[in-house]
């Protein structure tokens, strides 16, 4: 260790006793503070990312339908970004996680944290892992999320 050191001491030998310039200098400039414009957010459904490792898309839409409450509906489900149901094909291959969609029906108002919180539980006592959670926004009216 001690050579080492001593080996990179002398590498830098040839930068010793130099100078140099001294850099240019400029009013330094600011930008004027970002003002966000403020939105009306309502939250309107939720993606249920759950782990299904087994069974089709369609025993876990026929798992899941009866579990939507509060105003939710389960609107479609999706496996590595394509839709899978309704309307699939049997033939699409799917990974363990799908992504689950309760929504409220178009202009039917915003639901609320504790109603996701109840579907979160009826999903669990049902026996589906869920996984992770997204939740889907109108920003003043138009939604804030890909339709899908």
């Not at 394509?82 to 309760?102: I, L, N, Q």
């Not at 202009?107 to 979160?120: F, R």
């Given at each position: 260790?001690?050579?080492?050191?001593?080996?990179?001491?002398?590498?830098?030998?040839?930068?010793?006793?130099?100078?140099?310039?001294?850099?240019?200098?400029?009013?330094?400039?600011?930008r004027?503070?970002?003002?966000?414009?403020?939105?009306?957010?309502?939250?309107?459904?939720?993606?249920?990312?759950?782990?299904?490792?087994t069974?089709?898309?369609?025993?876990?839409?026929?798992?899941?339908?009866?579990?939507?409450?509060?105003?939710?509906?389960?609107?479609?489900?999706?496996?590595?970004?394509?839709?899978?149901?309704?309307?699939?094909?049997?033939?699409?291959?799917?990974?363990?996680?799908?992504?689950?969609?309760?929504?409220?029906?178009?202009?039917?108002?915003?639901?609320?944290?504790?109603?996701?919180?109840?579907?979160?539980?009826?999903?669990?006592?049902?026996?589906?892992?869920?996984?992770?959670?997204?939740?889907?926004?109108?920003?003043?009216?138009?939604?804030g999320?890909?339709?899908?």
């Amino acid at each position: 260790p001690a050579r080492a050191k001593r080996m990179a001491f002398s590498a830098n030998d040839d930068f010793r006793g130099k100078t140099y310039s001294k850099a240019s200098t400029r009013p330094l400039t600011t930008r004027p503070p970002y003002k966000r414009e403020t939105s009306k957010r309502e939250l309107v459904g939720v993606d249920v990312f759950v782990c299904w490792p087994t069974g089709t898309m369609e025993e876990l839409a026929k798992k899941l339908e009866p579990l939507a409450g509060d105003g939710l509906k389960l609107e479609s489900l999706s496996n590595r970004g394509m839709k899978v149901w309704p309307g699939g094909h049997k033939e699409t291959f799917t990974v363990d996680s799908t992504a689950c969609r309760f929504q409220l029906p178009e202009g039917k108002g915003s639901v609320s944290h504790a109603a996701v919180v109840k579907l979160l539980e009826r999903v669990t006592q049902a026996g589906v892992e869920f996984v992770k959670t997204e939740g889907l926004y109108n920003f003043d009216g138009k939604a804030g999320f890909a339709k899908g």
